[in-house]
T-cell receptor, first 115, second 114 residues
Framework: GEDVEQSLFLSVREGDSSVINCTYTDSSSTYLYWYKQEPGAGLQLLTYIFSNMDMKQDQRLTVLLNKKDKHLSLRIADTQTGDSAIYFCAETPLPYGGATNKLIFGTGTLLAVQP | DVKVTQSSRYLVKRTGEKVFLECVQDMDHENMFWYRQDPGLGLRLIYFSYDVKMKEKGDIPEGYSVSREKKERFSLILESASTNQTSMYLC?????????????FGEGSWLTVV
């Protein structure tokens, strides 16, 4: 079955780069996502990548996908205290009974940014 | 802007009570989902629905049921709440098909069962 794993905690200093890692098992995934959850809030989509891409950059965010190793990473440049949150990776496995956008989530990584 | 609204943000219920968590979306989406979020376990899918009156079990449906009588509303029901159902519950919606970046989440309902 599908499985998505992340490390539980990452601490960085303000201004440094953060790299949050994720491994997944379903090789048929077509979309892989990064979501951010701030305290007491729902999930906000940060970025996503198609499985036929290796990299996607969006301002301070860089997503790297290694399909061979089934490894996804999110790099946040110049990390700010406002980036402190839980970050979830997620995948859309195919085929899945018609629900092409059913998400499988990782366990979440708590990013703590020290001033 | 798409809006997914969970009407109850914080609830405290007693063991054995029947609990309703309501979710409403305003974008005419076919798909709606209920997830449960627990520390260290991430988000786990409880139930989802592709259309009115249609429902399918997710990964952890035990102890829960759902109702989708209208397209915009998807209710999660705990028939007899138990303390191990204390959690954060997240509702989401999406169109039937899409590019994959069209799933929207509500802000969550924190349920405590005492």
């Amino acid at each position: 079955g599908e499985d998505v794993e992340q490390s539980l905690f990452l601490s960085v200093r303000e201004g440094d780069s953060s790299v949050i890692n994720c491994t997944y098992t379903d090789s048929s995934s077509t979309y892989l996502y990064w979501y951010k959850q701030e305290p007491g809030a729902g999930l906000q989509l940060l970025t996503y990548i198609f499985s036929n891409m290796d990299m996607k950059q969006d301002q301070r965010l860089t997503v790297l996908l290694n399909k061979k190793d089934k490894h996804l990473s999110l790099r946040i440049a110049d990390t700010q205290t406002g980036d402190s949150a839980i970050y979830f990776c997620a995948e859309t496995p195919l085929p899945y009974g018609g629900a092409t956008n059913k998400l499988i989530f990782g366990t979440g990584t708590l990013l703590a940014v020290q001033p | 802007d798409v809006k997914v609204t969970q009407s109850s943000r914080y609830l405290v219920k007693r063991t054995g009570e029947k609990v309703f968590l309501e979710c409403v979306q305003d974008m005419d989406h076919e798909n709606m989902f209920w997830y449960r979020q627990d520390p260290g376990l991430g988000l786990r899918l409880i139930y989802f629905s592709y259309d009115v009156k249609m429902k399918e079990k997710g990964d952890i449906p035990e102890g829960y049921s759902v109702s989708r009588e209208k397209k915009e509303r998807f209710s999660l029901i705990l028939e007899s709440a138990s303390t191990n159902q204390t959690s954060m519950y997240l509702c989401a919606s999406s169109p039937r098909t899409g590019t994959g970046n069209t799933i929207y989440f509500g802000e969550g309902s924190w349920l405590t069962v005492v």
